[in-house]
């Protein structure tokens, strides 16, 4: 016995005193798994609708040829994270957009979140990123915003403008929580072997 206190005594203060050490370890471990999971890497999918039909002109949906390629969009994207997949779907609303995007939607059983071309894409891509954080999100869009959307996350700068009739992009681009934003360029479907776009000034449409 030393200063009142028993062998026993000094032992149970020891097991507390590692059990507190313990609970604050894990405490930490837990707070840390936390931030870098809601901190993970965001990616995004950039897409052009697949090919619009003729008619009608002022809403047109797609043709033959770009129901095909809507199909097989769904079937190269559905598969994109062993886990989860697509975690969600932007759109804007045209027929050929959501047309584009609808196989891929019925496929996870998502929703098509619509959204509007705007003259500045920053606020509405930076929306769909505090959205969707760490996930996979993909944006069906046009030939003239797709690349513009593109560059307002931070992203290249120089993504070549979109032919009339070119529909095989996609466009993956991964957001870490530290670091700089990438850019990788894919092909899907039936390629594109015409000329090369030349860049347009004006307005923004929706080709």
């Known amino acids: 016995m030393r200063n009142g206190k028993t062998d026993p005594d000094r032992r149970k203060k020891r097991i507390r005193r590692r059990i507190q050490v ?8 837990v707070g840390l798994a ?14 052009r609708h697949a090919e619009k039909a003729l008619i009608p002109v ?17 079937r190269q994207l ?6 989860a997949g697509i975690d969600a779907i932007y759109s804007t609303d045209t027929r ?9 939607a019925d496929a996870l059983g998502l929703d098509i979140v619509r959204y509007e071309n705007q003259e500045d894409d920053e606020p509405v891509v930076d929306e769909m990123v505090r959205r969707h954080k760490g996930k996979i999100i993909l944006v069906v869009g046009h030939s003239n915003t797709v690349p513009t959307m593109i560059a307002a996350l931070g992203a290249s700068k120089k993504v070549p403008p979109i032919a009339e009739f070119e529909y095989d992009n996609i466009y993956l681009i991964s957001i870490p929580w530290f670091g700089k ?20 000034l004006g307005m923004k449409t929706t080709n």
């Not at 559905?78 to 886990?83: G, I, L, Q, Y």
């Not at 390629?191 to 090369?196: E, I, L, M, R, S």
Request: no cysteine.
């Open 34 to 47: 936390w931030f870098f999971e809601s901190q993970a890497t965001t990616t995004m999918i950039f897409v």
């Open 78 to 83: 559905v598969d994109a994270d062993v886990v």
């Open 96 to 104: 050929r957009t959501v047309e584009t995007a609808q196989p891929t």
């Open 22 to 29: 313990v609970v604050i370890y894990t405490a930490i471990a």
């Open 181 to 200: 934003t990438k850019t990788t360029r894919l092909r899907y479907g039936e390629p594109y072997t015409g000329a090369p776009a030349t860049e347009s």
């Open 58 to 74: 002022d809403n047109p949906g797609l043709s033959a040829e770009g129901q095909l390629r809507a199909q097989e969009l769904a």
